[in-house]
C-alpha cells in the first residue's frame, strides 16, 4: 500500500511512531495527484516545492520535539472559499482572481496548531453558493459530477489524492459529494466550528465540515477541534442501538440506487442487533426545504450586497437575482418561516433519549448524475442542515453504473460526539462490500 492510500488515522499513528514520514507521504500524495488530477481536476492551485518543504520541516519537529498534535503530518485540501495565508482564495469568481488573504481562516488555524499543513486549494462552485460549477469530475466516472459546492474537496479526498479536505454545506454541499464519491464527512452542528475566515452565504446555515476515509478520520479531525466530548468518545454496541429509519416527505424523491443504498443500510444494521423503527415527522418538517431556500436567499442578500455595488459586471447573475429579488418576500412571511423552523429544532431534538440514538437517511437521492452542468439535488440535506443538526456521511454500496451511493447519520444539536462514537460502530456494518 503506498503512503496516499493510507486513511488519515492509519497515517497520523505510523508518522507519530516514526514509522511513515510527513515528507513520505507529502510525495506520495503528490505523485498521486500528478497521475490523476488532470482528469480528475480537484486542485485549483497547490505547490509542491511549499508542501515538501513544509512536511520536511514536520519531521524534524517530530524528531527534536514529539508531535506538535494529533494531526501532525497530515495535509488537507482546503475549498477554495475557506482563507489560507499559503494560496490565494478565489472563490470560482472572476472578482476575486489573484485575492491573497494575510490570514488563516479559524479552521485551518486549528489544523495547522494540531500539526497538519495546506497541500493545496480545492475547485468549488462560485462562493459556495451558485453560479459557475467548479471544473472537478468524478473520479469513478469522469462523465459525472462530484457533487458541489464541495466539489473538489470530495474529489481529491474519494480519488486518494488527500487524506483530509474541508468542505462546507448550507444545503447539501458536503454530504451529497461524500456520497458521490464514496467517502466519510462529518458536518458537524452549525456554529461548533468557527466560520470566521469562509466566504459567508447565509449565516443561520454555513457549516464547515471534513471529510476522511473512515468513521475515526472524522473523530480524530473532531478532536483536534476540541467538539465537546470528543476526547471521551463513547462507542455504543451496535445490538440494542435504537435507529429511527427516515424516509421524511423527501422519499419520492429517491432514485432506485438510493432507496437500495438506505435498504440495505437499514437490513445490515438490523442483522447486527440494531433496533431499526421507520420514523415518522409532522407536516412542520415538509416545509423546511423551501425554509432552506428563502433563508439562505434572505440572508445571502446581505452577503453579496458588497460585491453587486462594486463589481455588478462580474457578479454571475444568481448573485444579482439575490439582491434583486429577494424571493418576493416580505419581513412578516419571513417571521413565519423562521418561527417555524425554530419549532422543528425542538421537537426534533426532543426525539433523542430513551426511544431513539439516531436516525438513519438517504444522503442522496442515489448515483452522481452525468454531466458538468449539474452538482447533484440536495434534496435530501436541505432540512437537515435547516434544523442545525450534525449528520455523518458512510459509505454504502455501488449503485447500477458502478457508482458509489451512501447514507448518513443524524444527531441532536451538539450531540456531535455522541453521533462520532455511534458512526465508529455502525460504519463497519454499513460500509460493506455489497455481497455482505
Request: with cysteine; glycine share 10%.
Amino acid at each position: 500500500m503506498q503512503p496516499h492510500e493510507l486513511t488519515a488515522t492509519e497515517a497520523a499513528r505510523l508518522i507519530a511512531e516514526q514509522k511513515l514520514g510527513a515528507e513520505e507521504l507529502a510525495r506520495s500524495c503528490l505523485a498521486r495527484i500528478e497521475a490523476r488530477d488532470p482528469a480528475v481536476r480537484a486542485w485549483v492551485t497547490y505547490d509542491p516545492s511549499k508542501v515538501i518543504g513544509r512536511a520536511r520541516e514536520l519531521d524534524k519537529i517530530l524528531i527534536s520535539k514529539g508531535p506538535v498534535g494529533p494531526l501532525h503530518g497530515l495535509p488537507f485540501g482546503v475549498k477554495d472559499m475557506i482563507d489560507t495565508v499559503d494560496y490565494p482564495t478565489e472563490n470560482n469568481s472572476p472578482i476575486y482572481v489573484g485575492n491573497q488573504p494575510s490570514h488563516d481562516a479559524h479552521a485551518v488555524r486549528i489544523v495547522k496548531a494540531q500539526g497538519a499543513y495546506v497541500l493545496g486549494k480545492t475547485d468549488t462552485v462560485e462562493f459556495a453558493a451558485g453560479g459557475r460549477k467548479a471544473l472537478t469530475r468524478n473520479p469513478f466516472d469522469l462523465t459525472r459530477t462530484p457533487g458541489g459546492s464541495s466539489s473538489g474537496s470530495g474529489a481529491a479526498v474519494g480519488d486518494r489524492q488527500v487524506p483530509l479536505a474541508f468542505g462546507t454545506q448550507t444545503g447539501g454541499s458536503h454530504i451529497r459529494p461524500a456520497s458521490f464519491n464514496g467517502i466519510y464527512a462529518l458536518k458537524p452542528t452549525c456554529n461548533v466550528v468557527s466560520w470566521s475566515g469562509a466566504r459567508q452565504y447565509s449565516p443561520s446555515l454555513d457549516t464547515i465540515g471534513w471529510y476522511g476515509r473512515c468513521a475515526e478520520d472524522l473523530t480524530l479531525v473532531a478532536k483536534a477541534f476540541r467538539l465537546r466530548g470528543a476526547d471521551a468518545l463513547q462507542r455504543p454496541g451496535v445490538k440494542g442501538l435504537k435507529v429511527g429509519l427516515a424516509h421524511t416527505h423527501n422519499g419520492t424523491k429517491a432514485e432506485p440506487a438510493g432507496r437500495e443504498a438506505l435498504a440495505l443500510a437499514a437490513k445490515r444494521l438490523s442483522s447486527a442487533g440494531a433496533i431499526v423503527d421507520e420514523i415518522t415527522l409532522d407536516a412542520d418538517f415538509a416545509t423546511l426545504n423551501d425554509a432552506q431556500t428563502l433563508i439562505a436567499n434572505w440572508e445571502g442578500r446581505a452577503q453579496f450586497l458588497p460585491d453587486y455595488l462594486e463589481n455588478y459586471e462580474n457578479l454571475h447573475e444568481d448573485f444579482r437575482l439575490k439582491i434583486e429579488t429577494d424571493g418576493n418576500m416580505t419581513a412578516d412571511a419571513m417571521r413565519t418561516i423562521y418561527d417555524t423552523v425554530y419549532r422543528c429544532r425542538a421537537r426534533f431534538d426532543a426525539l433523542f433519549g430513551a426511544d431513539l440514538d439516531c436516525i438513519l437517511t438517504y444522503s442522496a437521492p442515489g448515483e452522481a448524475p452525468v454531466g458538468q452542468h449539474t452538482t447533484g439535488d440536495w434534496v435530501m440535506n436541505s432540512m437537515w442542515t435547516m434544523l442545525n443538526v450534525p449528520c455523518l456521511a458512510i459509505p454504502c454500496h455501488k449503485g447500477p453504473n458502478g457508482m458509489p451511493v451512501g447514507v448518513q447519520i443524524i444527531g441532536q444539536r451538539w450531540g456531535d460526539a455522541t453521533l462520532l462514537g455511534i458512526g465508529e460502530s455502525v460504519a463497519p456494518v454499513i460500509d460493506m462490500p455489497a455481497s455482505g
